[in-house]
């Protein structure tokens, strides 16, 4: 069974920045093409990014292009979102996806507020 496990969140003031990361633990990691879902209270969850297994493409949510980057290390099976000029819309807890499985991680809270 995979395990996800999100980390990096935080509070941040508007205009920062931070690097969320989710470690996974099953070894066909390079095989699957992963996403990052946010939820924030009251809405439903949307996807904020999404990259291939081999990392070769990328794709975003209109709302943060420009400003959020998707990555992976399969070596590591490690995913990452960085999260650049970070808006007060952004805040939400934001969730590693496995495929297209309803495998996730537990979350990682994001406050963005001065």
């Known amino acids: 069974q995979v395990q996800l496990v999100e980390s990096g969140g935080g509070l941040v003031q508007p205009g920062g920045s931070l690097r969320l990361s989710c470690a996974a633990s099953?070894?066909?990691?390079?095989?699957?093409?992963m996403s990052w879902y946010r939820q924030a209270p009251g809405k439903e969850r949307e996807l904020v990014a999404a990259?291939?297994?081999?990392?070769?493409?990328?794709n975003y949510a209109d709302s943060v292009k420009g400003r959020f980057t998707i990555s992976r290390d399969n070596a590591k099976k490690m995913l990452y979102l960085q999260m650049n000029s970070l808006k007060p819309d952004d805040t939400a807890m934001y969730y590693c996806?496995?495929?297209?499985?309803?495998?996730w991680g537990q979350g990682t809270q994001v406050t963005v507020s001065s």
């Open positions: 996806r496995w495929g297209t499985t309803n495998t």
């Open positions: 990259i291939s297994s081999t990392g070769g493409s990328t």
């Open positions: 099953a070894f066909t990691f390079r095989l699957v093409a």
